[in-house]
């Protein structure tokens, strides 16, 4: 016959409350031989059995936790009933919501976008799953693709998983790698079908008719001149935009190199009768590579003529910034670009009025490859402009 003391029966119950409010390490520790003692270990090894296995469980839940947390993907569990049951940090900020605010709310009450609803919805109907591309406002527009499968349990829909992957960047590069090769493309083709055009007439018969025949041939040639530019100038961008490319820094006189490029505008600044004032200090030395230098002020100072009205002026000059580095300037008071265009002004083939640039001699592509060559140099371009009234193109290097 065996009894429980009051004391075992206390111990017993003291230990088990200490479980309960989550203290695993408790035991009971009974060393009697008889059946209180084979109780006692009984509980004692299925304390131990469980606060193991609750510790394998803890670390998954961390893993997990840490997998979510991580990721670059917005994750958003929901519910069968739509509701939201959690979310990560990547959901919470492309969504711009609080975990705390969201969880256990409807989903479309949460983030009101019927296009995501829509998906959830076919999703915990049907289980199976689905993807889509969608474009956001948030505020700004971005395009997400969207996965979404179902959670289940004893084989019944309980709920479904969103990631949301953000591929904005991806969609903008592959508009932005398709438009290069279409510019590239018709910006080729342009002068070619005139070159072809005029060689044919010629070949017709034209090259005899004395009045016209040369100058059939000098449109040929400005054609021909035209696709060398534009030849020189993307193989220029390609070897800028291969990484690594290397920089024969050296001394650089930036008054020296800037007299020196205008001297090569001699002719166009005397025809449209621009006046130019270089304030640049003849002692100002910065360390650069200068051959792509030179390319910088040849580019700022051909659009600054070109893009300038006659009898306009031009002035180039240095300041000091804030955080000590040097800004070169070259301001003229020519047409202004409009604050629409503004924004995309350094990108490849970009021009406010193709036909303008086009009838300049422009492709388009001086500005980018002096965003490349400055970038290079860890430095920085910027522009500000009034539309009708002029430009001021500057770039910034570290000293
Ligand atoms: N100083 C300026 N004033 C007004 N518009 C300018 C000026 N500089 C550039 N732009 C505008 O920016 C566009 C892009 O300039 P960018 O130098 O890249 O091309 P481009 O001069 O037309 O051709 P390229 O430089 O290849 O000969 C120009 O077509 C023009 O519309
Ligand atoms: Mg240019």
Not at 79 to 85: E, G, N, P, Q, S
Not at 187 to 208: C, H, Q, R, W, Y
Not at 255 to 271: C, M, S, Y
Not at 353 to 382: C, F, P, Q
Request: include cysteine.
């Amino acid at each position: 016959m065996f009894f429980l003391s009051r004391r075992h029966i206390k111990k017993i119950t003291a230990v088990l409350e200490e479980i309960a409010k989550g203290n695993l390490q408790q035991r009971i520790h009974v060393y009697s031989k008889g059946t209180l003692g084979r109780l006692a270990q009984a509980i004692d090894g299925v304390l131990s059995g469980l606060t193991s296995q609750i510790n394998v469980l803890n670390k998954e839940a961390i893993k997990g936790k840490a997998i979510l947390t991580s990721m670059v993907e917005g994750v958003i569990a929901i519910d069968k009933d739509a509701r939201i049951l959690s979310l990560n940090p990547t959901a919470e900020k492309i969504f711009t919501i609080r975990k705390q605010d969201a969880e256990g709310r409807l989903f479309l009450e949460v983030i009101r976008n019927n296009d995501i609803s829509e998906i959830i919805s076919r999703v915990l109907k049907s289980g199976e799953p689905l993807s889509s591309e969608l474009n956001l406002i948030l505020p700004v527009q971005k395009v997400f693709r969207i996965n979404a499968s179902a959670i289940f349990e004893d084989s019944a829909v309980a709920g479904c998983v969103l990631v949301i992957h953000d591929i904005t960047q991806m969609r903008r590069l592959e508009r932005v790698r398709s438009d290069f090769v279409a510019n590239v493309s018709h910006e080729l083709k342009t002068p070619l079908t005139s070159i072809k055009g005029f060689v044919e007439t010629l070949l017709e018969g034209a090259i005899d008719d004395k009045k016209n025949n040369r100058e059939f041939l000098r449109v040929i040639q400005e054609h021909t001149n035209r696709l060398e530019n534009l030849i020189n100038d993307l193989l220029d961008l390609a070897s800028l935009e291969e990484r690594g490319i290397a920089l024969n820094t050296q001394e650089v006189n930036v008054r020296e190199l800037a007299d020196k490029v205008l001297a090569g505008f001699e002719g166009q600044l005397k025809k449209k009768e621009i006046e130019v004032g270089n304030e640049l200090s003849g002692n100002l030395i910065i360390k650069a590579d200068k051959d792509k230098i030179e390319q910088v002020w040849i580019n700022f100072i051909d659009n600054a003529v070109k893009f300038n009205r006659p009898k306009g002026g031009i002035k180039i000059y240095a300041e000091e910034t804030a955080d000590n580095k040097i800004k070169f300037t070259v301001k003229d008071t020519g047409f202004g670009i409009p604050v629409k265009d503004i924004p995309r002004i350094f990108e490849r083939f970009y021009r406010v009025d193709k036909a303008r640039s086009r009838s300049l001699g422009g492709t388009g592509l001086g500005l980018s490859i002096v965003k490349h060559i400055i970038e290079l140099h860890k430095g920085s371009v910027g522009v500000e402009s009034v539309e009708g009234l002029g430009s001021e193109f500057s770039f910034i290097l570290p000293k």
